[in-house]
């Protein structure tokens, strides 16, 4: 892609799994990372999609263990007397056409990649709404405010202060992120 270093990406175009970005730069990216290998260009890609898909699946694998300790599905295994799997591996993004099946044949289930996967990402930020949070957490007792987003710790004065003085308080503190409190 012509970054600072290689990319999935630059594997995958290498490959000939994607199209994206500029082929000779891929190129020299992986030949980089070939060389550091002691391997051809075509391994060291195959070794770094290999490695992007085992990661994806460990990732996925590792996120249905979390489920299977919650009460919940506990009682739903018990019931149903079955177990939950990925059955269906749905990608977006520029590497999905090329990185969905792959991660799908490795979990045993089917691959779907919409349409406009390769933008799909772009169109959901330009659509996104912005957003603020910031927790303000106010410790009458140590008469302190901490803001730990933005690693603040200051004094209160008034150990009474209600939601409406809260906002004021902020935006005296910051003015600029005003429009994103609504």
């Known amino acids: ?11 995958l175009r290498v490959l000939g799994l994607s199209s994206i970005g500029d082929g000779a730069k891929a190129k020299k990216a992986m030949q980089d990372v070939a060389d550091k290998l002691g391997s051809s260009l075509q391994e ?16 996925v694998n590792e996120m249905f263990r979390e489920w299977k300790q919650e009460p919940a599905y506990r009682i739903w295994e018990i019931v149903k007397k079955e177990r939950l799997l990925a ?6 993004g520029g590497g999905a056409p090329a990185l969905v099946p792959l991660v799908a044949a490795r979990l045993g289930a089917a691959a779907i990649v919409p349409e406009y996967a390769p933008v799909a990402n772009a169109i959901g930020a330009a659509v ?10 106010i410790d009458t007792e140590r008469n302190e405010y901490i803001v730990a987003e933005e690693g603040l710790i200051g004094k209160v004065t008034d150990k ?8 004021g308080w902020r935006k005296n503190f910051w003015p600029s992120a005003r429009s994103a409190w609504a």
């Open 1 to 11: 892609m012509g970054g600072t270093g290689p990319t999935p990406t630059d594997a």
């Open 44 to 59: 060291a890609a195959q070794m770094v999609v290999d490695a992007v898909v085992e990661r994806i699946v460990s990732e």
């Open 87 to 92: 059955q269906t591996v749905i990608g977006v």
């Open 128 to 137: 996104a709404r912005p957003t603020l949070t910031l927790n303000l957490h």
């Open 160 to 167: 009474k202060m209600t939601t409406e003085q809260a906002e």
